[in-house]
């Protein structure tokens, strides 16, 4: 059976979806800061990471936005594969829905019409939009609002086969010293590993929606999981740079299927104001 | 150590302030970030008028979210310093004091700090709304067309910053490293 879905409820919920991952974070994400701050052992640090427990519930209660970065608006669009869009362009509908959000919601506008004339759209239309289809006849909808201050610390690396387990390890790392106070540490690490280039970025950039304490199924992926979180948080970059054992929050990585001659790794930075919320129609 | 500053920062003040200090700041300052920059910066280089005196001036790296009914400003935290680097050596030679960022800067910002007895402070990035509150009064003074990168002039109470460069060229980041 084929379900209609009027483009004009996407409109609504992506609108209400860029209000709230702007002002609220995730629950898993609030108790992974509350877990940080019981673990950390430098004063200023703490102190830091209390600060920004302060600044989440101060954007929750007076609805200020957790921070004035409010990013550019990404959205993965899990459509089932037996709905019918009806009412309109859907690409219009979805960037619609970021137009109302951020207007409405006293968000800022970062984003600008051409990336060499740099003019702002004023909308912080349009956003970057990944589509998937799937069994089934819902539509799940993801907006993660992107901040690019630690976007821009984020890297793809072309790896060969025989850099093994230690390359994926070492490459994190790397691009997590490279980042240092620049992306707001703490952080959470988004790693896409094999597939293609592009398919690494998406990945990477997908691992950052999941739970904080999710891991990948796979053992020897987990593994490394694991792995970049503890050595991560032992490069004292510490909370906002200044130091301490909390440098990253989560680690996360997505694999794919790769081709014999490679091993492509992607790795998106996200500050930990790492916001995403969902809903299913 | 903990200090009480006020702003605009003096060059006396300046010399005071050690790598690593944590610095409440009162007073005045400017927000400026990429196109605000980049505009002052032709415009010097062109010989042409700015909007605002530089003389010992405080430059908060900021491009607010729109304020609600009733707020001074919206969410209000700093934005990334490195992407101002190629235009702050300039400023600092004009008299800019003091600048507010997060995040490391080059070689040539560095130098420029030293040579001017400036300082680069970092605000905590990501904490927007908690450093909103520490702002009294906000309003727009120039190049109102950029929008969120517009230059305001600031009122500020106790905006939390720690010194990353001092007047000596101490990089606290850089000494964090070495711990
Ligand atoms: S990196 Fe994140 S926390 Fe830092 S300014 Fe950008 S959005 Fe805000």
Same mark, same amino acid.
């Given at each position: 059976? &084929?379900?209609? &879905?009027?483009?004009?409820?996407?409109?609504?919920?992506?609108?209400?979806?860029?209000?709230?991952?702007?002002?609220?974070?995730?629950?898993?994400?609030?108790?992974?800061?509350?877990?940080?701050?019981?673990?950390?052992?430098?004063?200023?640090?703490?102190?830091?990471?209390?600060?920004?427990?302060?600044?989440?519930? &101060? @954007?929750?209660?007076?609805?200020?936005?957790?921070?004035?970065?409010?990013?550019?608006?990404?959205?993965?669009?899990?459509?089932?594969?037996?709905?019918?869009?009806?009412?309109?362009?859907?690409?219009?509908?979805?960037?619609?829905?970021?137009?109302?959000?951020?207007?409405? %919601?006293?968000?800022?506008?970062?984003?600008?019409?051409?990336?060499?004339?740099?003019?702002?759209?004023?909308?912080?239309?349009?956003?970057?939009?990944?589509?998937?289809?799937?069994? %089934?006849?819902?539509?799940? &909808?993801?907006?993660?609002?992107?901040?690019?201050?630690?976007?821009?610390?984020?890297?793809?690396?072309? /790896?060969?086969?025989?850099?093994?387990?230690? %390359?994926?390890?070492?490459?994190?790392?790397?691009?997590?010293? @490279?980042?240092?106070?620049?992306?707001?540490?703490p952080l959470v690490i988004g790693a896409g590993l094999g597939g293609d280039f592009e398919l690494a970025a998406k990945m990477a950039k997908h691992a950052l929606t999941l739970p904080v304490e999710y891991h990948s199924p796979k053992e020897h992926i987990?593994?490394?999981?694991?792995?970049?979180?503890?050595?991560?948080?032992? /490069?004292?970059?510490?909370?906002? %740079?200044?130091?301490?054992?909390?440098?990253?929050? @989560?680690?996360?990585?997505?694999?794919?299927?790769?081709?014999?001659?490679?091993?492509?790794?992607?790795?998106?930075?996200?500050?930990?104001?790492?916001?995403?919320?969902?809903?299913?129609? | 150590?903990?200090?009480?500053?006020?702003?605009?920062?003096?060059?006396?003040?300046?010399?005071?302030?050690? #790598?690593?200090?944590?610095?409440?700041?009162?007073?005045?300052?400017?927000?400026?970030?990429? #196109?605000?920059?980049?505009?002052?910066?032709?415009?010097?280089?062109?010989?042409?008028?700015?909007?605002?005196?530089?003389?010992?001036? *405080?430059?908060?790296?900021?491009?607010?979210?729109?304020?609600?009914?009733?707020?001074?400003?919206?969410?209000?935290?700093?934005?990334?310093?490195?992407?101002?680097? !190629?235009?702050?050596?300039?400023?600092?030679?004009?008299?800019?004091?003091?600048?507010?960022?997060?995040?490391?800067?080059?070689?040539?910002?560095?130098?420029?700090? !030293?040579?001017?007895?400036?300082?680069?402070? #970092? *605000?905590?990035?990501? *904490?927007? *709304?908690?450093?909103?509150?520490?702002?009294? !009064?906000?309003?727009?003074?120039?190049?109102?067309?950029?929008?969120?990168? #517009?230059?305001?002039?600031?009122?500020?109470?106790?905006?939390?910053?720690?010194?990353?460069?001092?007047?000596?060229?101490?990089?606290?980041?850089?000494?964090?490293?070495?711990?």
């Amino acid at each position: 059976m &084929i379900r209609e &879905i009027d483009v004009k409820l996407l409109t609504e919920e992506i609108s209400k979806l860029c209000i709230q991952a702007t002002h609220f974070l995730s629950q898993d994400m609030v108790d992974a800061f509350q877990k940080a701050y019981e673990k950390e052992r430098k004063p200023l640090a703490k102190e830091i990471l209390s600060q920004l427990q302060e600044n989440l519930s &101060i @954007a929750g209660e007076d609805m200020i936005p957790i921070c004035q970065d409010t990013g550019m608006a990404v959205i993965f669009m899990e459509v089932g594969q037996d709905v019918h869009f009806v009412g309109g362009d859907l690409y219009e509908a979805i960037n619609k829905g970021v137009a109302k959000g951020y207007t409405e %919601g006293y968000l800022r506008k970062s984003v600008v019409e051409d990336p060499l004339l740099r003019v702002n759209t004023k909308d912080n239309t349009p956003a970057v939009i990944h589509y998937s289809v799937v069994p %089934g006849d819902q539509v799940k &909808i993801t907006l993660a609002p992107k901040g690019f201050g630690s976007e821009n610390m984020s890297k793809v690396y072309m /790896l060969k086969p025989a850099d093994g387990k230690e %390359g994926v390890v070492n490459s994190i790392l790397d691009a997590i010293s @490279a980042a240092g106070p620049n992306a707001c540490p703490p952080l959470v690490i988004g790693a896409g590993l094999g597939g293609d280039f592009e398919l690494a970025a998406k990945m990477a950039k997908h691992a950052l929606t999941l739970p904080v304490e999710y891991h990948s199924p796979k053992e020897h992926i987990a593994e490394i999981e694991r792995e970049v979180f503890e050595k991560a948080n032992q /490069l004292n970059i510490g909370p906002a %740079g200044l130091g301490g054992d909390t440098t990253v929050l @989560a680690v996360h990585i997505e694999s794919f299927p790769t081709h014999i001659a490679g091993m492509p790794l992607a790795v998106n930075m996200c500050c930990h104001v790492n916001r995403h919320a969902s809903v299913v129609i | 150590m903990r200090k009480e500053i006020q702003l605009p920062l003096t060059k006396e003040q300046a010399k005071t302030l050690k #790598a690593g200090d944590m610095c409440f700041a009162t007073g005045v300052l400017y927000t400026a970030r990429d #196109a605000a920059h980049k505009r002052m910066y032709d415009s010097l280089l062109n010989g042409e008028e700015i909007p605002i005196s530089l003389e010992e001036t *405080a430059l908060y790296y900021l491009g607010p979210t729109p304020a609600r009914e009733g707020n001074v400003i919206g969410s209000a935290g700093p934005t990334t310093a490195s992407r101002m680097d !190629k235009y702050t050596p300039l400023l600092l030679g004009k008299g800019v004091s003091a600048v507010i960022g997060k995040g490391k800067r080059n070689e040539e910002v560095h130098r420029a700090i !030293k040579e001017h007895g400036a300082v680069y402070f #970092a *605000a905590i990035g990501g *904490a927007g *709304a908690l450093l909103s509150k520490c702002i009294k !009064k906000a309003e727009v003074i120039a190049y109102d067309d950029l929008g969120t990168e #517009a230059i305001r002039r600031l009122e500020v109470e106790q905006l939390p910053v720690v010194v990353i460069i001092d007047t000596m060229g101490n990089d606290y980041y850089e000494m964090v490293e070495k711990e």
